[in-house]
């Protein structure tokens, strides 16, 4: 089994959507509804609008295994992810669709000072084998590259692995809001 880890291409986007899906609390993709729901909140939004800085790790033998999707502009991510999935989402799943314009609220006011935000999932059966970070590293280098002042990233408090994860690359748990931890990371000093 090799892995690579490369941009992420169109082709990419049902793996994406699985992995989305595979990876999430088993109460938030219970039904068709809420896969697609969640599909379209935590994958292709990113993948429509910022393509140009998502990764995959794909294995040889079993395709994208994983992947880490940003928004290094959170604010016109917003705009576009509401206008052309958010939105659109109230006639199907209005619940999902008003949680993420709360969750985008958050993601507003986290990025004033660090501009960028990140969402990393790989399969279970591909985990702790270092493509996360393989998949950070990369990352973390294209936005250093791009002159990107700092990143956040929001995981849910129940996430038991994310903690050591994020710590290891120098994020800071910045807030905790309600049921969520907020890590940053800054590039350049304000």
Do not use: W
Not at 112 to 127: C, F, G, N, T, Y
């Amino acid at each position: 089994m090799a892995v690579i880890i490369r941009k992420y291409q169109p082709s990419d986007r049902e793996a994406c959507q699985y992995i989305c899906i595979a990876t999430a609390a088993p109460e938030r993709v219970k039904t068709e509804k809420q896969q697609k729901a969640l599909s379209c909140i935590y994958s292709d939004s990113y993948v429509d609008f910022e393509k140009n800085i998502c990764f995959v790790a794909e294995d040889d033998a079993k395709g994208v295994v994983g992947y880490i999707l940003c928004a290094p502009d959170t604010k016109a991510y917003c705009r576009n992810a509401l206008k052309h999935h958010i939105l659109p989402l109230f006639k199907t799943a209005p619940g999902d669709a008003l949680g993420a314009m709360a969750e985008f609220a958050v993601f507003c006011l986290l990025s004033v000072k660090r501009p960028a935000h990140m969402h990393i999932d790989i399969l279970e059966s591909h985990q702790r084998m270092g493509l996360g970070t393989q998949l950070v590293n990369t990352l973390l280098a294209t936005l250093k590259e791009q002159k990107c002042k700092g990143l956040f990233l929001i995981t849910d408090t129940g996430n038991k692995k994310g903690p050591q994860f994020y710590n290891k690359y120098g994020f800071t748990l910045r807030h905790k809001i309600l049921f969520a931890l907020v890590y940053t990371i800054d590039f350049e000093k304000n």
